[in-house]
Nanobody
């Protein structure tokens, strides 16, 4: 049974940092495309970052680039999202996801991902 268990969310002030974790079971994060998405109130789920199975493909949304860093620890079978210089507009529920297919045509599309974490709330106060 594939499961993605998230942790690390919380409440921080603008300019602060948080580190989100996504621990996988039933699959090896080193063998799959792993993405991060977020969804705020009244908005569609949006792409944040992705890391390919080889680690050679790492992409960020325009908002995340320069502030967020996606990484993985294969020994712990866990993917991370380090978020720095947080802004109030970063407030959202953050989800990690796994694309089970051998080929991903659009890393930024939620439809490409087959397994999802439970989500974790990130709230940034001003």
């Amino acid at each position: 049974q594939v499961q993605l268990v998230q942790s690390g969310g919380g409440l921080v002030q603008a300019g602060g940092s948080l580190r989100l974790s996504c621990a996988a079971s039933g699959l090896k994060v080193s063998k799959y495309v792993m993405g991060w998405f977020r969804q705020s109130r009244g908005k569609e789920r949006e792409f944040v970052a992705v890391i390919g199975w080889s680690g050679g493909t790492i992409l960020y949304s325009a908002s995340a680039k320069g502030r967020f860093t996606v990484s993985r620890d294969n020994a712990k079978n866990t993917v991370f999202l380090q978020m720095n210089s947080l802004k109030p507009e970063d407030t959202a529920v953050y989800y990690c996801a796994c694309a089970a297919g051998l080929y991903v045509s659009d890393y930024g599309s939620a439809r490409e991902y087959d397994y999802w974490g439970q989500g974790t709330q990130v709230t940034v106060s001003s």
